[in-house]
């Protein structure tokens, strides 16, 4: 099953949103219990009520809210988890955390995020990470206007 994972540094706040893809080009069937997991890792904080689930990527790009996913996070275990995903044209999750250290990215260090996704139909559950390094968030900032 495809999966990816971008993240962008948003400097107000020093926030990053995170955006999980899967099955962006129809390529493969998902179950119908598909979930992403995201375990946020130490050094950021989900921002409250970010997460939304968008379905199929259609021809000219759009993507829709996919109002019938369940999102929810756990605090304790600090897991975001999607489920209710079932549109076979492709799927996203985009949410935001906080740095704790909101000069983070640029002291050098890494801010790393890994997803997983799992079908209940293959073998095992497939991830995708993504890291924002000191030129991504100088990029990020170069852009704002």
């Known amino acids: 099953m495809p999966i990816t994972k971008s993240g962008k540094f948003i400097p107000e706040g020093a926030r990053v949103e995170w955006e999980v893809k899967i099955n962006e080009r129809d390529t493969t069937p998902k179950g119908d219990n598909a979930t992403i997991t995201d375990t946020i890792p130490l050094g950021q904080t989900y921002v409250e009520g970010s997460a939304k689930a968008y379905?199929?990527?259609d021809r000219s790009g759009n993507w829709y809210e996919d109002k019938d996913a369940v999102i929810k996070y756990d605090e304790k275990t600090r897991t975001l988890t999607a489920t209710n995903l079932y549109y076979s044209g492709g799927e996203k999750l985009v949410?935001?955390?906080s740095l704790d250290d909101p000069f983070?990215?640029?002291?050098?260090?890494?801010?790393?995020?890994?997803?997983?996704?799992?079908?209940?139909?293959?073998?095992?559950?497939?991830?995708?990470?993504?890291?924002?390094?000191?030129?991504?968030?100088?990029?990020?900032?170069?852009?704002?206007?």
Request: charged share 25%; net charge negative.
């Open 95 to 97: 949410f935001e955390t």
């Open 55 to 57: 379905y199929g990527s």
């Open 104 to 145: 983070a990215a640029f002291n050098g260090k890494e801010i790393k995020n890994t997803a997983e996704y799992d079908d209940f139909q293959s073998d095992r559950p497939v991830t995708a990470s993504a890291s924002l390094s000191l030129a991504n968030a100088n990029e990020s900032l170069l852009k704002k206007s």
